[in-house]
């Protein structure tokens, strides 16, 4: 397996890992939220296809897909669509469930980003991965990128285990 290959499938562990977390998940409460945790499912699902497809077009070019996002004030998202201000990065989750997909359409987003960014980084030869960017306030070679997706899926995934367990929806080992 080469360093493309590696890095691809460490970003589609994360993805199959987080994924367990999903289970006990709807349309009645991907939108809830407790007091004492920042985010739910409907926002997390969001945040994380966002910020992949923004990494994944750091190595493919390609931009935002239109059939899943929406550029508005916050609150353009609907039952198909994120506004990509609604999950962005310092956004703030809202209940209101019109502002979000559904639960079934947020999981179909956050599978079509990730599978973009598991095949974009597949693909990167050598040269590619060396590749500065920017990434946030940082230059980073897109092989840290890569890396980085798998860490923001993992800390989003400790998140949705607390959710979980604020929500009573139990352990995903039961």
Request: charged share 20%.
């Amino acid at each position: 397996m080469n360093e493309s290959e590696l890095l691809s499938s460490a970003v589609a562990q994360s993805r199959d890992l987080f994924k367990r977390y999903l289970r006990g998940f709807d349309d009645r409460n991907h939108v809830t939220q407790t007091p004492s945790l920042p985010n739910h499912v409907a926002w997390t699902l969001g945040h994380l296809a966002l910020t992949l497809h923004r990494a994944a077009e750091k190595f493919d070019g390609r931009p935002l897909p239109a059939s899943d996002f929406v550029t508005g004030d916050g609150t353009a998202g609907d039952a198909n669509r994120y506004d990509t201000e609604s999950v962005s990065f310092g956004s703030k989750p809202v209940s209101d469930a019109s502002r979000y997909p559904s639960f079934a359409r947020c999981v179909a987003i956050f599978d079509a980003a990730i599978n973009r960014m598991c095949a974009a980084v597949a693909v990167a030869d050598e040269q590619k991965l060396a590749t500065l960017v920017k990434w946030g306030p940082f230059e980073s070679p897109l092989r840290d990128v890569a890396i980085r997706m798998v860490f923001h899926n993992g800390t989003h995934t400790g998140q949705l285990a607390d959710l979980r367990r604020a929500l009573g929806i139990g352990s995903i080992f039961a």
